[in-house]
């Protein structure tokens, strides 16, 4: 926007109020946002979660609490007909300790999975910046430059090349792959026959 860049060795923390501070912000975001989207550094297939007993409240509830990591959850393999999501819970039933990132059974509509029950769900996980790929840093740190100069600086010809630039690094960081394992034997050696028709 402008700016000249901050000194080396600048402590920018992003809880200030300088406009290093409120670009930190906007990067800080965008890293948990863009990251919530899915890569293949941070997507963890197919992973087995238990539900596990819990007697707050006097009564048992079977919940599955996930790690204050996660960002997405999918259900998936032989759950993946199911809708497992990530929701937070606002009371965990053991410490009543709000905001609980646990599974949440939206075609049941509930946390409580009823018993010691085995599901499978892919997993989104944040990262540390650092340890993302060069390219989903590029991928990150560009859609944070666009919402940042959108804020303050609203340029409508820095809005094009940023934007161009953030298209550019999104078409360019890998994807996860689709699965795509079809079972054998799914259709007729010789096709479908037609079907002759008398008038």
């Known amino acids: 926007i402008g700016e000249h860049p901050a000194a080396a060795g600048s402590s920018i923390t992003g809880t200030g109020t300088s406009i290093y501070d409120r670009a930190k912000n906007f990067l800080d975001r965008e890293n948990t946002f ?75 509509g509930t946390f409580n999975f009823a018993s010691e029950v085995t599901v499978f769900v892919d997993l989104v996980e944040q990262l540390d910046f650092e340890k993302c790929s060069p390219l989903l840093q590029q991928a990150i740190v560009d859609q944070a430059k666009v919402k940042f100069q959108r804020r303050y600086q609203n340029s409508a010809a820095a809005e094009a090349g940023l934007v161009q630039e953030a298209m550019v690094s999104d078409i360019r960081t890998p994807r996860n792959k689709p699965s795509m394992a079809q079972p054998p034997n799914i259709q007729p050696v010789f096709g479908q026959q037609p079907q002759s028709r008398e008038d």
Do not use: C, M
């Not at 992973?47 to 007697?55: R, Y």
């Not at 006097?58 to 999918?74: C, D, E, H, M």
């Not at 998936?76 to 929701?87: A, K």
């Open 34 to 108: 863009v990251q919530a989207w899915g890569w293949p550094e941070n997507t963890l297939v197919a992973q087995a979660k238990t539900a596990v007993a819990s007697t707050g409240g006097g009564s048992s509830a079977f919940y599955i609490v996930l790690p204050t990591t996660v960002l997405q959850a999918k259900s998936s393999g032989p759950d993946g007909h199911r809708s497992l999501v990530l929701r937070t819970d606002s009371v965990d039933g053991d410490d009543g300790a709000a905001a609980t990132p646990k599974l949440f059974d939206a075609n049941e």
